[in-house]
């Protein structure tokens, strides 16, 4: 996991073998992810595919008071496999990970359920995080 607060969010385009899932918060700007350019707004939650290619960029910040604040939780492809060996009862993470390959956006609404979540990541011991992690992913999977 990763807590960035920053004056703004520079343009660095990378990829890795790992998802991503980042919330995006007092932050206006532009997404890439793949070949999908959009505009993005506070409270932008988008999980990305291994080896997908992306990155955020913006300098309007709707409070000026606060930094921009990008939450980033990564897992492997093979920590998603064993999760789901051992516990088919979370299958459902089997279709949202096939389907964020190319990048996917969440709802208002979901954003709304599992924000509060995300954010409380950060007050916990590793261990306690798991399964606030899968709450949100489970979420996740329920979005349409």
């Given amino acids: 996991m990763l807590w960035r607060e920053l004056p703004e969010l520079p ?42 290619p992306h990155t955020w960029a913006a300098v309007e910040r709707p409070d000026d008071s606060r930094p921009m604040l990008a939450l980033v939780i990564w897992f492997t492809p093979a920590w998603l496999d064993r999760l789901l060996h051992c516990w088919p009862e979370l299958m459902a993470l089997k279709s949202l990970a096939a389907q964020a390959g190319r990048g996917l956006r969440f709802s208002r609404t979901v954003v709304e359920q599992v924000q509060p979540l995300l954010l409380a990541l950060r007050g916990l011991d590793p261990a306690q995080r798991l399964p606030l992690q899968l709450q949100v992913l489970d979420a996740l999977a329920r979005d349409r």
């Fill in 11 to 52: 343009f660095l385009w990378y990829c890795h073998p790992e998802y991503e899932l980042t919330l995006t918060l007092n932050a206006r700007g532009q997404r890439y992810v793949g070949d999908s350019l959009e505009d993005f707004d506070s409270g932008d939650l988008v999980m990305v595919g291994p080896n997908q």
